[in-house]
């Protein structure tokens, strides 16, 4: 592992916005971290595309978009479809950490997220993606009965503070652009989860078995 002044993190997304609402305040307490940031939706949207640009500015960090199908219908994605777009955007090199999303997302549902987890846990298992361990978004909804929360029984639990989750707050609504009464700035933690894996083997165990611990 090399020295936390150094760490190399590639943080694997569907959408624009994702790496801030669920990563946000992980990235902004650590700007000496070098940070690349993968968005597999939209690099097609003359909203959301320049809205992520300018976020990985404030960021500190280096990132592409990919143009992966988004539609609202949500139709299902070839996995095959989904593991190349991650490969064609991810350098081809070692990272310390991966960071992306849960099997079965952040809240219910979207579908999206969930194809992006599974890909990314099964390129890991693979050998087709190196690093030295892996940290899945861990947030609940209750199903759809409040707003995504930081599951707290997990293997890491950061609060954030006040300083770090405004400057956050401003990503959301102010470079993105979204409402206060938005979900999104609504949904804005205050908190952020993962589940913690060091052994491709066991995050392929986690996947196979729903997303349950043994």
Known sequence: MTRLSTKTVAIIVAHPDDETLWV?????????????????????DIERAPGFYNALKILKSEGIMGFL????????????????????????KHFDLIISH??????TRHIRHEEVSKAVIKLWHAGK???N???????????????????????IYRTLTKRIWLRKYSIITETYGFEKSSFEAETTPRA???????????????????GVLT
């Open 102 to 107: 849960n099997p079965s997302g952040e809240y």
């Open 192 to 210: 952020e989860a993962f589940w913690q894996f060091t052994d491709p083997y066991n995050a392929k165990k986690w996947l196979n078995n729903g």
């Open 129 to 131: 993606i190196s690093a």
């Open 24 to 44: 946000g305040g992980i990235i902004l307490s650590h700007p000496s971290w070098k940070w690349y940031i993968v968005c597999l939706c939209r690099g097609n």
């Open 69 to 92: 199908d988004d539609g609202p219908e949500q139709k299902p994605l070839d996995e095959k479809e989904v593991e190349r777009a991650i490969l064609n955007l991810l350098p081809p």
């Open 133 to 155: 361990e892996l940290w899945t978004f861990a947030y609940e909804d209750g199903n759809k009965e409040y707003y995504p929360r930081p599951v707290e029984n997990d293997t």
